[in-house]
């Protein structure tokens, strides 16, 4: 596949269609689990104003921000700006939502890592009301 932005690093990918993400989002894996990777490592693209639902990682997961700007927010915190260049680690069971912000698109490297074969737990998406507040 090729690159839409020439200057990406990667393909964008396809769209996530999977029921956890709001607006859209792209997918380009670039390594799966295997015998000596627990993890799964992928290059999300999250156009403006797409966003993850609230999860968490029972093995915690590490973005690298590559393009863009978003948002990073952990429940009953304030979300925070993060671009291009950051390295967020996120703990083992903390619940949290990323995306981009409402005109600049995202793209982050996700390192996720499994306990057994579980890697995320999808919970409910963020509402309008918690993204609007985010990008006040």
């Not at 029921?19 to 290059?43: C, I, P, R, S, W």
């Not at 029972?58 to 700007?69: A, R």
């Not at 005109?103 to 890592?113: E, F, R």
Request: proline share 4%; glycine share 8%.
């Amino acid at each position: 596949m090729t690159t839409e932005n020439n200057n990406a690093l990667f393909a964008k990918g396809e769209k996530l269609t999977n029921g956890y993400f709001t607006g859209d989002a792209y997918l380009e894996t670039l390594l799966q689990k295997d015998k000596n990777n627990n993890f799964v490592m992928g290059a999300v693209t999250f156009e403006p104003g797409a966003r993850t639902n609230w999860h968490t990682h029972p093995k915690g997961q590490v973005l690298i921000v590559t393009e863009g700007e978003g948002w990073y927010q952990e429940k009953g915190k304030p979300a925070k700006t993060i671009k291009k260049g950051d390295v967020i680690n996120i703990p083992e069971n903390v619940e949290h939502w990323h995306g981009a912000t409402a005109n600049i698109k995202m793209v982050h490297i996700a390192i996720t890592n499994y306990e057994g074969e579980t890697n995320a737990v999808w919970l409910k998406p963020v509402t309008d009301e918690e993204y609007h507040e985010a990008n006040k």
